[in-house]
């Protein structure tokens, strides 16, 4: 009597988890996704720069003395690489900001200027015009320090955030705040709140922690993202998403994904991306772990996303993803 008790309990057991594994699966297969239309968003880190060596990077190597041989003339993070992208196919363009000695912000990546520049210090030392005439082709190099193409040719390059925004009036942006100062959340807040709010709809602020929930707090409908609210809406969803709820972290935010953790998300990819759709959240995959701002960078580094993949798109030669896109 007891086993067949037993037997009854266990067979409802069974079937129990059979409908929910059934239910997990049509809930959160591409298979029975809505279709999605239009090409992928194509985001272009640094503008069209030159790429390096990712083998055996740090938080401090000097990613100028480990150029590959160039292939086009541009210089990252400068107004000509931002057109190049554009002209090349871009979507949104990828831009770094460090504060200068005058109050405004100067487009540039390191946190030093030794490495690029023919000058030592930070951008926080110089004014903006100072800034200006420095060589930020200095120190590039192919060839460990036989030849620098670029030497002499990025005097005046490096442009302040007001140029680039006023030379690319309809152009959008994802602007990257280099530190986790909230006094720079302050000032950038400050600086985007002077853009009409058209302007600010074409524009995404990450970065560290304290300076992105400074700037959340004072332009509330601004896209954002940091480590944090990257972790409030995934961890949740990847708990919880499987039965189709989208956390409200996950509302109006932008998300870069790694493509290793991407296959991990209920419903990638189609399924992942009409979700987040539906909360108006942008979504752009990064090649690798995501550590090291690794862009698809190659035809074949396309062939890694799901088939017909149509979400954003982290790259580092727009000119070579473009044409396989179109």
């Known amino acids: 009597m007891e086993d067949t008790k037993l037997k009854k309990k266990l067979k409802r057991w069974l079937i129990f988890l059979l409908l929910l594994s059934l239910f997990i699966f049509l809930n959160n297969s591409s298979i029975f996704a809505k279709d999605r239309k239009g090409d992928p968003l194509l985001l272009a880190h640094r503008g069209l720069g030159q790429t390096f060596s990712m083998e055996g990077i740090q938080g401090d190597t000097c990613t100028a003395e480990r150029i590959f041989k160039p292939e086009h003339p541009y210089i990252e993070n400068t107004i000509p690489s931002m057109e190049a992208a554009f002209e090349n196919g871009a979507d ?3 831009l770094d900001v460090k504060p200068t000695k005058d109050g405004q912000f100067a487009v540039f990546h ?17 004014t903006m015009a100072e800034l ?8 590039y190099t192919a060839d460990n320090g036989k030849t620098y193409p670029f030497r002499g040719k990025g005097v005046g390059l490096m442009p302040s955030l007001d140029e680039v925004l006023d030379h690319f009036p309809e152009g959008a942006f994802l602007i990257h705040i280099k530190s986790d100062d909230p006094e720079e959340g302050i000032q950038l ?7 009409p709010e058209k302007r600010l709809s074409q524009i995404t602020v990450y970065g560290g ?3 992105i929930a400074t700037i959340k707090e004072e332009i509330p409908f601004l896209r954002v993202m940091s480590k944090a609210t990257l972790k ?17 972290a996950c509302k109006k935010t932008q998300l870069h994904i790694p493509e290793k953790i991407a296959p991990w998300l209920w419903g990638w990819s189609e399924k992942f991306l009409n979700r987040m759709d539906s909360v108006d959240t942008r979504v752009i995959v990064v090649a690798g772990d995501g550590g090291w701002s690794e862009g698809f960078d190659t035809p074949a580094d396309l062939k890694r996303l799901p088939a017909n993949f149509s979400g954003g798109i982290w790259t580092n030669r727009i000119d070579k993803i473009a044409p396989q896109i179109e």
Request: proline share 5%; aromatic share 10%; glycine share 10%.
């Open 209 to 211: 922690d304290q300076p």
């Open 189 to 195: 807040a400050n600086a985007l709140t002077k853009l």
């Open 132 to 139: 200006k005439q420095l060589d930020i082709g200095y120190g």
């Open 92 to 94: 949104v363009v990828e």
């Open 110 to 126: 390191d946190w030093t200027l030794e490495c690029r520049t023919n000058a030592e210090g930070t951008t926080k030392d110089f």
């Open 232 to 248: 409030s809406c995934l961890l949740p969803y990847m708990a919880v998403g499987w039965t189709g709820y989208i956390p409200s």
